[in-house]
Nanobody, 122 residues
Framework: QLQLVESGGGLVQSGGSLRLSCAAS????????IAWFRQAPGKEREGVSC????????TFIDSAKGRFSVSRDNAKKTVWLQMNNLKPEDTAVYYC???????????????WGPGTQVTVSS
């Protein structure tokens, strides 16, 4: 069955960069959409981005535009979230999620990774 595992989180200073990875297994990656969500302590999970199954353009929340980017290698079954110019408000646990197509709703996603912590200091 489809499984997702995030990696690459850590501690970074404000203005720094991190690159998160989402490794998928049990699926042909080009058949699914991959989304990134994040959840800060005491807050609801929010969508960060979603990339369609056929390689269409990735959508981002407004706060991420111009700072975050997504790349995808279907052969390696990996999606990367590049985060630049990080801000303290980006601090959260970051999750990747998968479903047949992109959705704005957390409840719509069938598969989730366990998450990776991103902490931005300042």
């Amino acid at each position: 069955q489809l499984q997702l595992v995030e990696s690459g989180g850590g501690l970074v200073q404000s203005g720094g960069s991190l690159r998160l990875s989402c490794a998928a297994s049990g699926v042909t990656l080009e058949d699914v959409a991959i989304a990134w969500f994040r959840q800060a302590p005491g807050k609801e999970r929010e969508g960060v981005s979603c990339s369609s199954s056929n390689g269409g353009r990735t959508t981002f929340i407004d706060s991420a535009k111009g700072r975050f980017s997504v790349s995808r290698d279907n052969a390696k079954k990996t999606v990367w979230l590049q985060m630049n110019n990080l801000k303290p408000e980006d601090t959260a646990v970051y999750y990747c999620a998968a479903r047949v197509s992109c959705s704005a709703y957390v409840w719509a996603y069938d598969h989730w990774g366990p998450g990776t912590q991103v902490t931005v200091s300042s």
